[in-house]
C-alpha cells in the first residue's frame, strides 16, 4: 500500500469513528445538545484531531471515547469523554417544557445550571497532557472545581476546550489559565526537547515564553498581570489590542 492510499485508510477510518461518535453522543430531543455535536465534528477535522472509542481513561458505566490534539505548544492532549445515554434521555423527557427563551445570558445560565447541576455526569471529560519524560500521561484541569455550578451546554464545553488547548500557547496568557499556565512551564520545554514543537522554535523563544509565564503566576494583583500580559502578548506574539480570549467562550477555569 503506498504512503498516499495508507493516508487515505487511516482518514476514512477516522471518518467512520467521528460518524460513529457522533451517533451515540446525539439524543431525540435535546436540541441544544446536539447541535453542539455539530460544531465538536467540525473542530475535529479542523484541528486534525483523532478519535479512539473506548480507552484507558474509559468509563465502564458510559459511552466513552478520546480526543487527541496537539496545542501550538507542540503537547499532545488526550481529552477522555464519557456520556450516559440515560440521563441525556431523562433530561430530554420534559425538555421542551424548560423556556430558554430570554435576552439575558445571565438568566439562560441560570436556567441552564439549574438543569444541569444534577446531571453534571451526563457528558463529563477529563484532560492529559503527554510527558515524554515517562512516557505517561499528566492529568490537568482548566476548568475550575468539578462541583462548580454548569454555565453551559457539556458539548459547549467539550467545544471549547478542544479550541483552547489546540491553541495553547495564546489562552494561557489569558487570567482564567492558571493550570494550563502552571502545566506549560514544564510541558512546553519537555515538547522541544522531544521534537515535537515547530521546526522554527528555539530553546531561547520556549525560555522566554516560560519566563513570562513564570512572571504572570506571580503577580500580585489584577493590574500588575495585566500589565505583564500586555508586554507578554507583545514580546511573544507581535499583538497589541484584543485577542482571543477564553472568556469569550463559556467555560474558562475560574
Not at 484541528?47 to 466513552?64: C, K, Q, V
Not at 499532545?76 to 456520556?83: L, M, P, T
Not at 453534571?120 to 492529559?128: G, Q
Amino acid at each position: 500500500m503506498t504512503v498516499m492510499n495508507k493516508q487515505s485508510s487511516q482518514n476514512a477510518k477516522q471518518d467512520d469513528q467521528f460518524d460513529k461518535v457522533l451517533k451515540t453522543l446525539r439524543c431525540e430531543g435535546l436540541g441544544p445538545h446536539n447541535k453542539s455535536l455539530e460544531l465538536i465534528l467540525s473542530l475535529l477535522h479542523d484541528l486534525d484531531a483523532t478519535i479512539d472509542i473506548g480507552g484507558s481513561n474509559r468509563s465502564y458505566d458510559a459511552e466513552s471515547f478520546a480526543i487527541f490534539l496537539r496545542g501550538t505548544s507542540g503537547n499532545r492532549y488526550r481529552i477522555s469523554v464519557n456520556y450516559r445515554a440515560r440521563m441525556a434521555q431523562l433530561i430530554a423527557k420534559r425538555f421542551n417544557e424548560i423556556d430558554f427563551e430570554s435576552d439575558e445570558k445571565h438568566f439562560v445560565r441560570k436556567t441552564i445550571g439549574a438543569l444541569m447541576h444534577p446531571f453534571r455526569k451526563f457528558m463529563n471529560f477529563e484532560i492529559h497532557w503527554y510527558d515524554s519524560r515517562d512516557g505517561d500521561w499528566e492529568s490537568i484541569c482548566i476548568h475550575g472545581r468539578h462541583d462548580a455550578t454548569p454555565k453551559s451546554w457539556p458539548a459547549d464545553l467539550l467545544a471549547t476546550t478542544m479550541l483552547i488547548l489546540s491553541d495553547d500557547l495564546h489562552h494561557s496568557l489569558e487570567p482564567s489559565m492558571n493550570t494550563l499556565r502552571h502545566d506549560l512551564r514544564n510541558s512546553y520545554p519537555i515538547a522541544w526537547c522531544a521534537g515535537h514543537t515547530s521546526d522554527d522554535v528555539t530553546f531561547a523563544y520556549v525560555t522566554k515564553f516560560v519566563t513570562h509565564l513564570e512572571a504572570l503566576q506571580n503577580a500580585g494583583d489584577r493590574e500588575e498581570f495585566s500589565d505583564l500580559r500586555k508586554v507578554a502578548r507583545e514580546d511573544l506574539f507581535n499583538e497589541k489590542g484584543q485577542v482571543r480570549t477564553a472568556e469569550n467562550l463559556d467555560g474558562g477555569e475560574k
